[in-house]
T-cell receptor
Framework: GENVEQHPSTLSVQEGDSAVIKCTYS??????FPWYKQELGKRPQLIID?????GEKKDQRIAVTLNKTAKHFSLHITETQPEDSAVYFC???????????????FGKGTKLTVNP | ETGVTQTPRHLVMGMTNKKSLKCEQH?????MYWYKQSAKKPLELMFV???????ENNSVPSRFSPECPNSSHLFLHLHTLQPEDSALYLC?????????????FGPGTRLTVL
């Protein structure tokens, strides 16, 4: 089955610096790659996603890149702010045998701390 | 946010108790999920219900029993749990389709098994 590896497990940056989190996946059939942000004591929330037909997507200070050949995708946060501090999860989806129902497989998460 | 709600938010139970977790989604989605989130582990997919039919069970112990009476409600029935089952249980929903669909999470139920 699909296996998603996420690195680093913890990341500490100074406010204003950039942060990069990387994930690799094993199943070449995966075609959907969301990123979730989970603040302390709160539910995971989608912050950005990318589908396999594009290589990069950007939303203000957040961007995601996908390399299908190498089977890895990355989250980039620029001009980090203290409120970016959270645990970030990457995930990859697999289309089921009948062609529907995607099952997200998550990475282990990265705890990002942005120091003022 | 009221898209996906879960009750109770906190639950403490003994190993011999029987309890149920409830999830409700108000987004008109047709798929619902149960996840387990333990410390220092990735989110683990436990069950998926698509169009009210269970389509996957990732070898979860039988002491966890899901129920999906309709597309808006999902239950997780718990019995004779173990202390290692203590975790945050998250419900999510999505609109199933081709190419991947966003899952929306509930706030979770923090379960402690004594």
């Amino acid at each position: 089955g699909e296996n998603v590896e996420q690195h680093p497990s913890t990341l500490s940056v100074q406010e204003g610096d950039s942060a990069v989190i990387k994930c690799t996946y094993s199943d070449s059939a995966s075609n959907y790659f969301p990123w979730y942000k989970q603040e302390l004591g709160k539910r995971p929330q989608l912050i950005i996603d990318i589908r396999s037909n594009v290589g990069e997507k950007k939303d203000q200070r957040i961007a995601v890149t996908l390399n299908k050949t190498a089977k890895h995708f990355s989250l980039h946060i620029t001009e980090t702010q203290p409120e970016d501090s959270a645990v970030y999860f990457c995930a990859a989806s697999i289309v089921g045998p009948q062609g529907g129902s995607e099952k997200l497989v998550f990475g282990k998460g990265t705890k990002l701390t942005v120091n003022p | 946010e009221t898209g996906v709600t879960q009750t109770p938010r906190h639950l403490v139970m003994g190993m011999t108790n029987k309890k149920s977790l409830k999830c409700e989604q108000h987004l008109g989605h047709n798929a619902m999920y149960w996840y387990k989130q333990s410390a220092k582990k990735p989110l683990e997919l436990m069950f998926v219900y698509s169009l009210e039919e269970r389509v996957e069970n990732n070898s979860v112990p039988s002491r966890f029993s899901p129920e999906c009476p309709n597309s808006s409600h999902l239950f997780l029935h718990l019995h004779t749990l173990q202390p290692e089952d203590s975790a945050l249980y998250l419900c999510a929903s999505s609109q199933e389709g081709q190419g991947g669909d966003t899952q929306y999470f509930g706030p979770g139920t923090r379960l402690t098994v004594l």
